[in-house]
């Protein structure tokens, strides 16, 4: 995830940005459905909106041979993801003024970045303008998947919080209709019992993770969303559920449809 348009998150990025690779890595089913639903053949250029530390955007250069470039407003990222892969093609730029002529890439991808947009709809027609025909793909979570996490069951307030800063599906479909975009289809996502890309819902199946410092520090919500005295009280309330194994009966009111995350894929 990567702040694109708004400077008041950028430090945020940059800090975590420094331990973000240590349990954030490419989710090898995230990864099929990015390279799936883009529909390009091997060597088609494709544009990383908000790359991070490009784990998404390297995994799919190797994995599915598909000419990447990263963009993402985080110095602090783009010097990381450089170091992993020199050769990889990135630059510094902001989604609502991509640094491209029109149409120089077959497709596009943002996974988990449009809730840093300040302006979605000029955001989303920048990637109209600089795509050729090819689609956008989005991997995002709607404001009601949010609010089914269970974890809402222990950090009230900080889930309510990252539910509200997520666009929901009108807005976001009011603005793909303005950006140009002709069509687009949804695709549920449903977390895998053993993730190895730590994002906000990766412990669904394993509620022991969020014990661990190391993968809160790299989840937003936790590192720029979490009031400390009900992070600290929720960790005790779930550390105590396990130990005395009341979690399932804590979690029960949270259900486990719709998905937890949604792919969308916008065509020009």
């Known amino acids: 995830m990567t702040t694109m348009s708004?400077?008041?998150?950028?430090?945020?990025?940059?800090?975590?940005?420094?331990t973000y690779d240590a349990t954030r890595r490419a989710e090898?089913?995230?990864?099929?459905?990015?390279?799936?639903?883009?529909?390009?053949?091997?060597?088609?250029?494709?544009?990383d909106i908000g790359c991070g530390t490009g784990n998404y955007t390297t995994a799919l250069g190797d994995q599915h041979r598909f000419e990447m470039m990263g963009l993402?407003?985080?110095?602090?990222?783009?010097?990381?993801a450089r170091a992993k892969a020199p050769g990889l093609r990135l630059v510094g730029?902001?989604?609502a003024n991509l640094p491209f002529p029109n149409r120089s890439f077959d497709g596009a991808i943002c996974t988990l970045a449009i809730h840093h947009f300040?302006?979605?709809?000029?955001?989303?027609?920048?990637?109209?303008?600089?795509l050729d025909r090819g689609r956008l793909v989005i991997f995002t979570a709607l404001p009601e998947q949010i609010k089914r996490y269970w974890l809402s069951a222990y950090f009230p307030e900080m889930m309510a919080e990252a539910a509200e800063t997520m666009p929901d599906w009108n807005t976001?479909?009011?603005?793909?209709?303005?950006?140009?975009?002709?069509?687009?289809?949804?695709?549920?996502?449903f977390m895998p019992p053993q993730p190895v890309d730590m994002l906000l819902y990766s412990g669904k199946h394993q509620p022991h993770l969020y014990l661990d410092q190391r993968v809160r520090a790299n989840i937003s919500a936790f590192a720029n969303l979490a009031d400390p005295d009900e992070l600290g009280e929720g960790l005790e309330r779930l550390r105590h559920d396990l130990a005395q194994d009341r979690f399932e009966q804590t979690t029960a009111e949270y259900e486990d449809v719709g998905g937890d995350y949604l792919f969308i894929a916008a065509q020009v």
């Open 172 to 189: 976001i479909e009011i603005s793909l209709r303005r950006a140009g975009f002709r069509t687009w289809t949804q695709q549920l996502y």
């Open 72 to 80: 993402d407003r985080s110095g602090l990222m783009l010097r990381t």
């Open 28 to 47: 090898p089913e995230i990864l099929d459905a990015l390279a799936k639903l883009l529909d390009l053949q091997a060597g088609a250029d494709v544009l």
């Open 6 to 18: 708004s400077l008041a998150l950028q430090p945020l990025y940059d800090k975590i940005g420094a």
């Open 118 to 130: 300040d302006d979605l709809e000029a955001s989303f027609a920048e990637a109209a303008r600089v």
């Open 93 to 95: 730029a902001d989604a």
